[in-house]
């Protein structure tokens, strides 16, 4: 409670020596704050931005089948050691599609980040160059932050 009172009062006296020195030079300071975070609300957000990052997905992961398979290879291990039979088999079958599996995935992942600078990157460079262009005509001193 006490930090928050503090954070609150640093708040305030920040913002009164800000808008002091605002006004000290005569100069009408204008503050811009875009919200990034709802360009990709599936209501409020950037159409294309949305269309393209669903266009992107990875729609077919063949690990799917290889993760039952070790599911049921697993399983069956357990089986055999139950029964105090021999895993040797089934154990080097197991390893191998796991790393078939690993594999997968890292081939997915390279896939998924291609398409991505394919798809969506484009989108989102021309994001940055109309709020660029905004800060232009907003902001014509060139005090606009860019981050």
Same mark, same amino acid.
């Given at each position: 409670?006490?930090k ?15 808008f ?25 957000? $950037?159409?294309? @931005?949305?269309?393209?990052?669903? #266009? ?5 992961? &063949?690990?799917?089948? *290889? /993760?039952? +398979? ?6 069956? $291990?357990?089986? @055999?050691?139950?029964?105090?039979? #021999? ?5 080097? &079958?197991?390893?191998? *599609? /796991?790393? +078939? ?15 991505y #600078? ?14 660029i ?15």
């Open positions: 409670m006490i928050a009172i503090n954070l609150l009062i640093l708040t305030m006296v920040f913002t009164a020596s800000v002091a020195q605002a006004n000290q030079s005569g100069n009408s300071n204008k503050i811009a704050v875009i919200d990034t975070s709802l360009f990709n609300n599936q209501k409020q957000g $950037i159409k294309k @931005l949305i269309q393209a990052e669903r #266009s992107y997905s990875i729609e077919n992961f &063949e690990g799917y089948d *290889l /993760k039952k +398979e070790i599911n049921e290879l697993e399983t069956k $291990i357990i089986y @055999l050691l139950s029964k105090n039979e #021999s895993i040797n088999e089934s154990y080097t &079958e197991l390893q191998k *599609l /796991k790393a +078939e599996l690993k594999d997968n995935q890292e081939h997915t992942k390279a896939e998924y980040h291609r398409k #600078s394919i798809v969506v990157e484009p989108v989102i460079e021309k994001i940055r160059r109309k709020i262009e905004f800060s232009k005509i907003n902001f014509p001193r060139g005090r606009a932050a860019r981050y």
